[in-house]
């Protein structure tokens, strides 16, 4: 399962962003879906995810500010970013995590990162 990320740029503080990831490959279920980001010199932290039925979840730092959402039909997940602030500069990683079945019929979990997109913002 591949996952591309699209959206990350230079945006001045206050400002807005909207990243997207698209899943493709072998997929029957993709149950969970996230964005987690990393910083310089910092470890790599959950920001939102979001379940196959819409149950978000969003890290204390972005509640108010960004809003995860899905399209299951497209396997895509996004992440609206308002109000950005120059704390929320990191590279942006989406996720999934489902399964498929193989050819013998045998399930297979999966868990998949996208490549990162940075997410720049100037004060």
């Known amino acids: 399962v591949q996952l591309q990320a699209c959206g990350g740029g230079l945006v001045q503080a206050g400002g807005s962003l909207r990243l997207s990831c698209a899943a493709s490959?072998?997929?029957?279920?993709?149950?969970?879906m996230g964005w987690y980001r990393q910083a310089p010199g910092k470890q790599r932290d959950l920001v939102a995810d979001?379940?196959?039925?819409?149950?978000?979840n969003h890290a204390d730092s972005v509640k108010g500010r960004f809003t995860i959402s899905r399209d299951n039909d497209k396997s895509t997940v996004y992440l609206q970013m308002n109000s950005l602030k120059p704390e929320d500069t990191a590279v942006y990683y989406c996720?999934?995590?489902?399964?498929?079945?193989?050819?013998?019929?045998?399930?297979?979990?999966?868990?998949?990162w996208g490549e990162g997109t940075l997410v720049t913002v100037s004060s």
């Open positions: 996720r999934a995590q489902g399964g498929y079945y193989r050819d013998d019929d045998a399930p297979v979990m999966f868990g998949s």
């Open positions: 979001i379940g196959s039925g819409g149950i978000t």
């Open positions: 490959g072998r997929i029957s279920a993709i149950n969970v």
